[in-house]
């Protein structure tokens, strides 16, 4: 399933489930969320719609760690894949939970917008049990569908991000949303000027550290067939890899090419012009590291996500100074941040807002 069939798919199975038809609209065959959620397996369309959306939610490395037990029709349980953790970089599965409560924000926000009122309940607290969370589904009236197309049209933006100043409006939007516990440096204050050094740092850093080079090399995918094999990880499209270089690349590298010093050189050089373009950092920053604590700075990134294109911003995480030491531990004293950093996003202006491109997997391969 390639990533316009599966979009087609989340659309499609939006509009059967009644999400943008008039009120009068539907007729006995469409289903609608009050019948559906009475006979799930027999009307999938407005389940698969809800879970569609969801897997379009950003994750790291896309490697989509997450996985749903629909337990019964109204009572779904959300929960990481820990095949799908990043060991090397990320040992303590911080981000695992992140990505899942990223999942949980896309699939709230889908449901909200399909006529379907959720409750959301952690009841597990281990960073790498499968029961989770538990979401309470029940029928309610549907709220806003332009929040399916914000979903459908979010992606990461790594380049092309202006030094722009980013406009007191904006940073009052992204700071609302991201929540009480985020800060916003702009760009050429201290802060902004410490985070550029360190990212650059941190970055090259874990590049030249094999073992996580050997991670990053077993979520790239070079080709077509590979992409169409996994329909995870980072593919040449969605890490702006075009044109001559993009082609050479996907006729001539693979895993291996991953390792050499060619391809970290030039990884690097990208880090650092992408680090020295932008008009401010976001930090969203979390009270502790408790899975529940974890799982809201999760969601409050995916909500920053789904509201950056109507303002024509990109705000790409750059995670290496929260991944690697001496910088992992100086984050918060040189920063004066008023929690645990969780996402550090590269925040600026972009000219064009390309269509997203990363694959996502077919709902089989993590829904029972
Ligand atoms: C917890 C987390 C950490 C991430 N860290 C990085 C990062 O360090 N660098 C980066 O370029 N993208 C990072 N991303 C973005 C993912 O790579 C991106 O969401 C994924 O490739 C899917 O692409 P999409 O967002 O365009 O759908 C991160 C995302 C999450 C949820």
Not at 26 to 41: C, E
Not at 318 to 331: F, G, N
């Amino acid at each position: 399933m390639t990533r316009r069939e599966f979009t087609k798919l989340a659309s499609s199975a939006a509009i059967a489930a009644g999400a943008s038809l008039p009120a009068c609209g539907p007729t006995s065959t469409v289903l609608r969320p009050d019948t559906l959620l009475d006979h799930p397996l027999d009307g999938a369309p407005l389940r698969d719609a809800l879970l569609a959306h969801a897997a379009l939610a950003p994750s790291s490395h896309n490697t989509q760690p997450w996985r749903v037990h629909v337990e019964s029709p109204t009572r779904w349980i959300v929960g990481p894949d820990p095949l799908r953790q990043l060991t090397a970089v990320d040992p303590e599965a911080r981000e695992l939970v992140l990505s899942v409560g990223a999942f949980l924000e896309s699939l709230v926000t889908a449901a909200n917008a399909l006529g379907i009122a959720t409750d959301v309940e952690v009841v597990g607290t281990a960073r790498t049990g499968s029961g989770m969370v538990a979401v309470n589904l029940t029928p309610s009236r549907p709220g806003n569908s332009a929040d399916l197309e914000r979903i459908r049209t979010r992606r990461t933006i790594r380049d092309g991000l202006r030094p722009d100043p980013i406009r007191s409006a904006d940073v009052a939007a992204l700071l609302a949303t991201s929540g009480v516990h985020s800060v916003f440096f702009p760009s050429g204050s201290r802060e902004a000027r410490w985070l550029v050094d360190s990212e650059l740092a941190a970055f090259t850093q874990q590049t030249w550290r094999d073992d996580a080079q050997k991670e990053l090399s077993r979520w790239f995918r070079f080709s077509e067939a590979d992409v169409e094999k996994h329909r995870d990880g980072l593919t040449l499209a969605s890490m702006q890899v075009g044109g001559l270089a993009g082609w050479f690349a996907a006729h001539f590298m693979d895993a291996g090419s991953v390792m050499g010093k060619s391809f970290r050189e030039k990884g690097i050089a990208s880090a650092s012009r992408q680090v020295a373009s932008c008009g401010g950092w976001l930090v969203v920053t979390a009270p502790d590291e408790s899975v529940p604590a974890l799982l809201d700075a999760g969601r409050r990134f995916a909500r920053v996500a789904i509201g950056l294109r109507e303002r024509k911003l990109a705000a790409p995480p750059m995670s290496q100074t929260m991944e690697e030491e001496p910088w992992k531990r100086q984050l918060v004293k040189e920063l004066g941040l008023p929690g645990i950093p969780t996402f550090v996003l590269r925040v600026g202006y972009v000219d064009d807002y390309p269509d997203p491109v990363s694959p996502r997997r077919a709902l089989p391969s993590f829904v029972t």
